[in-house]
């Protein structure tokens, strides 16, 4: 992402941190979005001296695969019928020994069944999608 900001007079033109997005950091080795890590000087001049900027780039499967290990979730409550998917960005289905699970990234945590069904026809009107799609802009 290129910045634009006038400087000493004259138009200025630097590169910024990918992950720093409205004043938000959006690093995968963060947690969630936050502003609390963010420095408009660090951000938009030096970021590859924060300890939360990668240039590790995962692809496919291997987003997920870190993921579905560390998923914590009830068999009774979180397992999902196999045809339920989503064509919401922040959903991501994984499959355990015990049965297919959700998960939204926007929440950050393992889906229920009833919340994965809401997911699977309703995704378009997720007031979670919506709020966290800011962030990423």
């Given at each position: 992402?290129?910045?634009?900001?006038?400087?000493?007079?004259?138009?200025?033109?630097?590169?910024?941190?990918?992950?720093?997005?409205?004043?938000?950091?959006?690093?995968?080795?963060?947690?969630?979005?936050?502003?609390?890590?963010?420095?408009?000087?660090?951000?938009?001049?030096?970021?590859?001296?924060?300890?939360?900027?990668?240039?590790?780039?995962?692809?496919?499967?291997?987003?997920?695969?870190?993921e579905?290990?560390?998923?914590?979730?009830?068999?009774?409550?979180?397992?999902?019928?196999?045809?339920?998917?989503?064509?919401?960005?922040?959903?991501?289905?994984?499959?355990s020994?015990?049965?297919?699970?959700?998960?939204?990234?926007?929440?950050?945590?393992?889906?229920?069944?009833?919340?994965?069904?809401?997911?699977?026809?309703?995704?378009?009107?997720c007031?979670?999608?919506?709020?966290?799609?800011?962030?990423?802009?």
């Amino acid at each position: 992402m290129e910045c634009t900001y006038w400087g000493d007079n004259q138009l200025q033109k630097h590169k910024s941190c990918p992950y720093y997005r409205g004043g938000f950091c959006v690093s995968p080795l963060l947690g969630a979005p936050s502003d609390l890590v963010t420095s408009a000087e660090r951000c938009t001049n030096n970021y590859t001296a924060c300890r939360f900027f990668t240039e590790e780039v995962k692809q496919g499967l291997e987003l997920h695969m870190t993921e579905a290990n560390e998923i914590k979730f009830y068999s009774k409550v979180n397992i999902i019928p196999e045809d339920i998917t989503s064509d919401c960005s922040f959903f991501v289905a994984s499959k355990s020994d015990k049965g297919k699970i959700a998960r939204c990234k926007a929440l950050g945590r393992t889906l229920t069944v009833s919340q994965a069904l809401l997911c699977h026809t309703n995704w378009q009107n997720c007031p979670f999608r919506s709020s966290f799609s800011l962030y990423q802009a």
